[in-house]
């Protein structure tokens, strides 16, 4: 499976990740081509190379022309809903959005849907959240992790006035996500609320503990001090383990209404499960439940139980370790129109048995809905070609 790690020893922010994506081999001229899906047609790309301490980084900077008025987060979250993305993606643009409205809220005393946001700035949050999820599908990644983020020191200029770091809105928005203890040679504002918002939808916490090294990339920030390079850095690998140790966790519940177990499923994989699965039990005094049954990393089993915990109704969890063998995988893009793409799951067989692909079921609804065909028509034709690319990059 491939991954990404962000390494944010300089801290996190929007176009610094943007750089990175693209550094890392996300293309050009589909970040070029972004603002024009988002309906933001008057705004232009710069991408260009630059040095930050003597190391090589893409910076991406957006020409935006002024704009009428601001945008309220609900607005942003409407316009995210609207726009041609992958559910995937759309997913967790919404929540980002969501989550920052939620702390600039707090922040501030007003309904997170009615936080504004001003003129240049909501444009460049839309475009910035927006491509710096969609680049890791760019890149062919399934699963997003995070070593500490650098918060930096000192004080930062806000609207209002002079605030220590972290800002108040991106100190809530790291809530739950490790920080690095020691601020480093960073002075002022390391992480932005916009990179902090990334993390938090895009990361399941910390790495695996054992991967390959596919490619490295660094986005560049704005600044460029003399000390220390001002740049965030993605890591782009493949998960090494082949078979490795799983926690196996279950419960069974009966007093849990079954509409609930599509969200309990979904915070359950957002914590880290690699597999969840539920079928129908009969249970004590005749009874009608539900197991659950779910599969996780054991460096992540804690989170995953804690999950199941606070999204269930269940009073206790059995877990067991066990062994899992898995056929080596890797992800290919299927392209079925400029602004429709499927990922593709590859799966080696042993003994040079040649593959197996498996479309992603969202990204195929997705397709579905967009060019009007039947899923399974949709899902076909990617397969046919997706075996065709696999076989193009064996020649």
């Not at 959240?129 to 399934?142: K, N, R, W, Y």
Request: charged share 25%; hydrophobic share 45%.
């Amino acid at each position: 499976m491939r991954i990404a790690i962000l390494d944010p020893a300089a801290g996190i922010s929007g176009d610094m990740t943007l750089g990175a994506l693209l550094s890392a081999g996300a293309p050009a001229a589909w970040l070029e081509e972004l603002p024009r899906r988002l309906d933001l047609r008057d705004v232009r790309v710069t991408v260009r190379e630059v040095t930050r301490s003597g190391v090589a980084c893409t910076q991406v900077e957006f020409a935006i022309p002024e704009q009428p008025h601001g945008r309220h987060v609900g607005e942003l979250v409407r316009l995210v809903e609207r726009a041609p993305l992958s559910d995937w993606v759309k997913q967790r643009a919404v929540r980002a959005f969501r989550l920052i409205g939620e702390a600039e809220g707090r922040v501030h005393g007003v309904a997170p849907e009615r936080v504004h946001l001003h003129e240049v700035g909501a444009v460049d949050a839309l475009l910035d959240i927006v491509g710096g999820i969609e680049g890791f599908a760019q890149l062919g990644v399934e699963a997003v992790y995070n070593l500490p983020v650098a918060v930096g020191s000192g004080w930062v200029e806000a609207a209002h006035g002079r605030l220590p770091v972290p800002a108040p809105a991106t100190a809530i928005l790291l809530e739950g996500v490790e920080v690095a203890g020691d601020p480093g040679p960073v002075e002022g504002e390391a992480t932005t609320p916009t990179g902090a918002a990334l993390v938090r939808v895009l990361s399941s916490g910390a790495p695996p503990a054992r991967w390959r090294m596919v490619r490295s990339g660094w986005g560049a920030g704005q600044r460029n001090p003399p000390q220390y390079p001002n740049a965030l850095r993605i890591l782009v690998a493949e998960q090494a383990a082949e078979a490795g140790r799983v926690v196996l966790l279950a419960t069974d519940v009966d007093d849990m209404s079954p509409e609930y177990v599509e969200p309990l499923r979904q915070a359950l994989v957002s914590a880290g499960a690699l597999d969840v699965q539920t079928w129908p039990v009969q249970m004590k005094k005749g009874r009608s439940g539900f197991r659950v049954e779910v599969i996780a990393p054991e460096e992540l089993a804690e989170g995953v139980t804690a999950a199941l915990f606070r999204h269930s109704t269940t009073a206790g969890v059995r877990r067991w370790v066990a062994e899992r063998a898995t056929l080596p995988r890797r992800q290919v893009t299927v392209q079925l129109a400029p602004e429709v793409a499927v990922r593709v799951k590859v799966l080696e067989q042993p003994d040079a048995g040649g593959v197996r692909v498996k479309p992603e079921y969202d990204d195929v609804l997705a397709a579905a809905r967009a060019l009007g065909r039947p899923p399974l028509e949709i899902a076909r034709a990617v397969e046919r070609d997706a075996e065709a690319l696999v076989a193009k990059s064996k020649e």
